[in-house]
């Protein structure tokens, strides 16, 4: 054979490999790196156009980040007292930034307002751009934090992963709002990092710093307490109590009082002492269980029925997660699973807080693109592919928005059988 004759067979039987492992990889995501590459420009696009015209309004004032900004500013000026007052927020929001017919009321705990005390001291403009650039760090930061968990995506397109973080719309959606989900989702990150390494208790400390979204957090918590992760849970009430005193210190016993009672009056209204929740909240925006009960029946059933209906939904999801995954599960396992059932649970949440999502998609979409596995997992692959894709309707459905609940139940549904499959295979391996 010549010299020749012999590349030339080299050089097809190393086509043949290519093709090969190219089909054994298209075959083991069913095609969703590709939907995902190709559907992500788009994305990006719809959201740099509404960017255009959201972030000039924004930075005059007409942004979520506008009541952060002056509960920071209440409390750094000897106002906490007030803090959850509807009145004197108006005062501060149409005097510090601009004047609007209705009040964005502050509902977050004390506490949080204390880390916006620094953006206080500078204009709200500039306060604003620079939580925006905090923001857009934070984004970049997560996919470095999960470089050795998304070996599988970048061995389908080198910038997936990137590419997942710029086009999923809550993403976009929390830096145009100013918002501080995308903190969450870096600290829930950092979370299961050191869960992984066996740091139980730096786990759960980092877990509690995001108790600013204490609806996401405790339940999470209380999985991880179910899941014998005690280190976890005992730092995690540690930080959660040290919160509850700094809350106390800003705000006093009677605002506290106040916020509590006001919480159950989210998308209701409000009057009398609760008139924290005059803002018209609309509940049928969120995509988690009370949206969905409410967008469901809400015209059908009374508001405390309705209330005990979400709530019986809610704590069956948790009981029935705790007790179905595998016992003692892996922190990659755990964490995003806790994560997607808070989601879902949660009793308040909009579009911008399901950016934290992009923590359980990116590692399962990891693991159903993987080349290890023993045969594709179509229906992970389905779950991620929707759920990623379903806060898009946010541009042409938005009253039905609370429907995207249903593919945070069918994604949930989607780990939970293959961290079941996972270890049914690994108790068959070592027998």
């Not at 942004?63 to 501060?92: C, I, K, P, W």
Request: one cysteine or more.
């Amino acid at each position: 054979m010549t010299g020749s004759a012999r590349n030339a067979q080299y050089k097809c039987r190393d086509m043949q490999t290519l093709t090969t492992e190219r089909k054994q990889r298209v075959g083991s995501g069913w095609g969703v790196a590709d939907l995902l590459m190709g559907l992500a420009p788009l994305l990006i696009g719809a959201e740099l156009l509404a960017s255009m015209f959201f972030l000039p309004s924004a930075l005059v004032g007409h942004s979520s980040f506008r009541q952060l900004y002056t509960a920071g500013y209440m409390v750094r000026t000897g106002h906490g007292h007030e803090l959850y007052d509807y009145d004197a927020q108006r005062s501060f929001q149409d005097r510090l930034v601009s004047r609007e017919p209705v009040v964005m009321p502050f509902i977050r705990p004390p506490f949080d307002a204390v880390a916006y005390v620094p953006f206080s001291l500078v204009s709200y403009r500039t306060a604003y751009i620079l939580f925006l650039l905090i923001n857009i760090f934070l984004l970049a930061l997560v996919p470095h934090l999960l470089w050795d968990d998304t070996k599988s995506l970048r061995q389908h397109y080198r910038y997936l992963s990137a590419a997942m973080f710029a086009s999923f719309v809550p993403v976009a959606s929390a830096l145009m709002m100013g918002q501080d989900s995308i903190l969450l989702l870096a600290l829930l990150s950092w979370s299961m990092l050191a869960l992984d390494r066996r740091k139980d208790a730096t786990a759960g400390t980092l877990a509690a710093l995001g108790l600013f979204k204490f609806h996401l957090v405790l339940p999470m918590a209380l999985l991880l307490l179910c899941w014998r992760r005690f280190r976890f849970f005992s730092a995690f009430s540690g930080v959660a109590v040290l919160f509850a005193a700094i809350s106390l210190l800003a705000a006093g016993p009677h605002q506290v009082r106040l916020y509590l009672g006001s919480l159950l009056l989210i998308g209701k209204g409000a009057t009398g002492a609760h008139q924290l929740l005059r803002y018209p909240l609309p509940v049928t925006m969120m995509a988690n269980v009370h949206g969905l009960v409410t967008g469901m029946l809400g015209t059908h059933l009374r508001p405390l029925f309705g209330m005990a209906v979400m709530l019986s939904i809610a704590a069956g999801v948790l009981v029935w997660v705790a007790l179905v995954m595998p016992p003692r599960c892996g922190a990659t396992w755990a964490i995003p699973v806790a994560i997607t059932a808070s989601v879902f649970v949660s009793y308040y949440l909009f579009v911008y807080d399901l950016a934290v999502l992009l923590l359980p998609l990116t590692m399962m979409l990891n693991r159903s693109l993987s080349a290890e596995a023993a045969k594709p997992d179509r229906f992970m692959s389905i779950s991620c592919a929707l759920l990623f894709l379903s806060p898009a309707c946010l541009f042409f459905l938005p009253t039905y928005f609370y429907l995207v609940s249903l593919f945070v139940l069918l994604f949930l549904i989607a780990q939970i059988r293959s961290a079941k499959k996972e270890r049914r295979q690994l108790l068959l391996a070592t027998c």
